[in-house]
């Protein structure tokens, strides 16, 4: 029998078939295809490291009215003894660029945990001079809000993701400004950014995916 009737019949046989097997039929040769040539499956996309036990910001999305305006009382106080000193800072610890909004929210708490462990530090050693009084206050905030942060902070570095992008950089900044900048421009560079850190950076934090 000539190849062309053969074709013509096979092709009949197939236009005859159900779409269904027609459907199967085809399913199987891509299968088929697809084990020849070694395809690799697409991969699933990464998962989101999941939040830390025992992490609850959430009330601090706001602070109280009576804190903020402790807050505001060692600010001013501060910039009165500002006109009494001679200095001058020009880097920006605290770039107005900076939004926690651009990490990922599990590095969110590991940058304000940094942010934050600065200002206490540098809050603490302001507390000798003549701010003593006015310091009293925000820094048991402050350190209130560092001990709730520790749970959203893994304990030892292998238990997360390393710092990458963004966050790396900003860690990197903060530990650089400690050991090259005074401790003036330290302390300016901490109290005008001090709402900043309460209204913008902890609240980011305390809504979690919701900041964006």
Known sequence: MPHSDRDQRAGMKLADMAPGCMLVLVLMLLTAALSRTGAAPVPSAPR???????????????????????????????????????????????????????????????????????????????????????????????????????????????????????LHHWLHRLQEAQKKESQDCLEASVMFNLFRLLTQDLKCVAIGDQCV
């Open 48 to 166: 989101a490291v999941p939040p830390a036990r025992g992490c609850h910001m959430a009330e601090f999305k706001s602070l109280s009215p009576q804190e903020l305006q402790a807050f505001k009382t060692a600010k001013d106080a501060f910039e009165d003894s500002l006109l009494q000193k001679d200095w001058d800072c020009s880097a920006r610890l605290f770039p107005r660029t900076r939004d926690l909004k651009h990490l990922q929210v599990w590095e969110r708490p590991v940058a304000l945990k940094a942010e934050l462990a600065l200002t206490l530090t540098v809050l603490e050693a302001m507390a000798n001079s003549s701010l003593d009084h006015s310091l009293e206050r925000p820094l048991l905030t402050l350190r209130y809000i560092h001990s709730k942060l520790q749970a959203c902070v893994p304990a030892q570095p292998t238990a997360s993701p390393r710092p990458r992008g963004h």
